[in-house]
């Protein structure tokens, strides 16, 4: 029966079995839901910060639970006086307010006054000068490099004698390092796809065709891998691991549709990330990904592949994350908003104690000593409250309330798993905040024409991301890094790793012949 049958129903007072009636309250309190969902995301706030609660709600919570929460860590207090300096001294500061550093261009253009144009030299006394600073652009920064090698034949052994070609990151390639790394870097870091950039060279006055570039842009990428593999080995090294997965459109499925494919991003205790591709979400590729070498504490969602994958591996602890679990009482707000609100806070309670743990920079046993304090009261009460909740009479089965408990009450142990080691973090965002260039790319180049290109994407974001991640420079590094695989020991590929290279190379960087003949 419809919607519109139960409202003429009920106009003529017709009665109905208990059971259909209460499928038809379910059904729309579902859709009810559903059409509160999507008002929101077309004409809602995103974000995901919890509610304020009223102090007299929260009060009824802790009394209906029969105990209280542990008391919060006051803040130190302290009364500061302090004289007020410039900031970033490291930056040239204008009066107009520009900032920018020494390695940005500065070009000087003498202005005279038009007065004076009639006024003898010596009739004149330089005062001081007045500076203005403006920013500016040129429409592109590409360069020819024009190499001239001059044929000379000795008069002695009448023999010709001219200096080789320099030497090339890509044989027999019109391309210089520098014109690599900016391509790399702006597709991937920028999301700047190659059609585009191909418009760009044609504005400039360049033409190079479109397959030119993705196949320049694809052997760049192939000369990284091993860097990629060194850096993917190292992770699985690390005790604790966050993992996720995020689709990508690779591969052609017939005339205009695409496959689904994944990458999975492992993000390791050195602030180190990498993606891997694989053409499904099955269960079984945690396994292949993670192999048999990893040992320690797994931190992901709430998706039950990892926690079979930790099942079946006893040197495996599983750890989930608290911000999926909030994700599911945020969804419940519209359905019960003060129910929903009061999970909202005692969740919230858990990431002012770890807020609170990284303002006063606690590690280790100090950090341990006081999640146990002050987290494990605080996940005990959620628990209780969680508990009551599940005894309401009132609750379908289909209500997102309902849901949410059940995710939760599921979790229980896997939740609990950061009070016991203090470098488990209490969720994934750190991992989340880390894979965002993939869907950000993806608005602009849409899909991989193959499943190569897609595990390439992988290499290049697994370099650049951990670039970022360590305050890399990528465009240096990457002119480095190509011209220095191709000379650098396969077995000592660690070193050219975003964070090794930062403490080898970064200090004396392999520059490209653009660079060095500016300087």
Not at 17 to 38: C, G, H, I, K
Not at 153 to 176: G, H
Not at 209 to 215: C, D, F, G, K, S
Not at 369 to 376: A, G, L, T
């Amino acid at each position: 029966m419809s919607s519109a049958q139960t409202a003429v129903a009920s106009s003529q007072n017709i009665s109905l079995p208990r059971a259909e009636y209460d499928a038809l309250q379910a059904q729309v309190q579902t859709l009810q839901t559903q059409l509160d969902w999507f008002k929101r995301q077309l004409f809602g706030t995103k974000s995901e910060k919890r509610l304020e609660i009223d102090p007299a709600m929260q009060a009824d919570l802790l009394a209906a639970l029969g105990e209280q929460l542990p008391a919060q860590p006051r803040p130190e207090t302290e009364k500061i006086t302090y004289e007020r300096r410039k900031s970033r001294s490291d930056k040239t500061v204008t009066d107009t307010g520009l900032r920018f550093d020494g390695s940005v261009p500065v070009e000087t253009i003498a202005l005279s006054s038009p007065e004076l144009d009639d006024v003898p030299e010596d009739e004149q006394v330089l005062i001081t000068e007045k500076i203005t600073y403006r920013l500016a652009q040129r429409p592109g920064s590409y360069v020819v490099l024009k190499y001239v090698r001059p044929v000379i034949k000795r008069k002695d052994t009448n023999e010709l004698v001219t200096p080789p070609a320099p030497a090339n990151v890509l044989d027999k390639s019109i391309a210089d390092v520098s014109f690599l790394a900016g391509t790399l870097v702006d597709k991937f870091l920028y999301h700047l796809p190659l059609y585009r950039q191909h418009q760009r060279l044609r504005q400039c006055g360049i033409e190079i065709a479109r397959p030119t570039l993705t196949n320049l842009s694809s052997r760049a990428i192939d000369l990284l891998e091993p860097i990629f593999d060194a850096q993917f080995e190292h992770i699985l090294k690390s005790q604790v691991l966050a993992m996720d997965e995020t689709p990508i459109k690779a591969g052609r499925k017939a005339k205009g549709k695409m496959r689904q494919g994944y990458l999975w991003p492992l993000y390791g205790e050195a602030d180190e990330i990498v993606f891997t591709y694989t053409p499904s979400r099955a269960a079984g590729h945690v396994r292949d990904v993670l192999g048999e070498s990893f040992s320690g504490t797994l931190v992901s969602d709430g998706y039950e592949a990892y926690a079979r994958y930790a099942q079946q591996n006893t040197l495996v602890t599983h750890a989930e994350c608290w911000a999926h679990t909030r994700r599911y009482f945020e969804r419940a707000k519209d359905a019960d908003p003060e129910t929903a609100a009061q999970a909202l806070e005692l969740i919230g309670e858990l990431y002012r104690i770890e807020a609170h743990i990284r303002d006063k920079k606690l590690t280790d046993a100090a950090k341990l000593k006081y999640r146990s304090e002050h987290s494990e009261p605080a996940v005990q009460a959620f628990w209780q409250w969680c508990d009551k909740q599940c005894q309401r009479h009132d609750l379908l089965p289909s209500h997102p309330l309902t849901k949410a408990l059940k995710y939760a009450m599921a979790r229980t142990d896997r939740l609990k798993v950061f009070l016991s080691d203090p470098d488990v973090p209490i969720d994934t965002n750190h991992l989340e905040r880390a894979l965002r260039p993939i869907p950000m790319g993806r608005k602009n180049w849409l899909f991989c024409w193959t499943e190569l290109g897609a595990k390439q994407v992988g290499i290049i974001q697994s370099l650049l991301v951990t670039c970022k991640l360590h305050g890399v420079n990528p465009h240096t590094y990457l002119v480095d890094a190509l011209q220095r695989i191709s000379q650098h020991p396969a077995s000592r590929a660690i070193e050219l790793t975003p964070r090794v290279w930062k403490e080898t190379f970064a200090d004396n960087p392999l520059r490209s012949e653009l660079d060095r003949h500016a300087s």
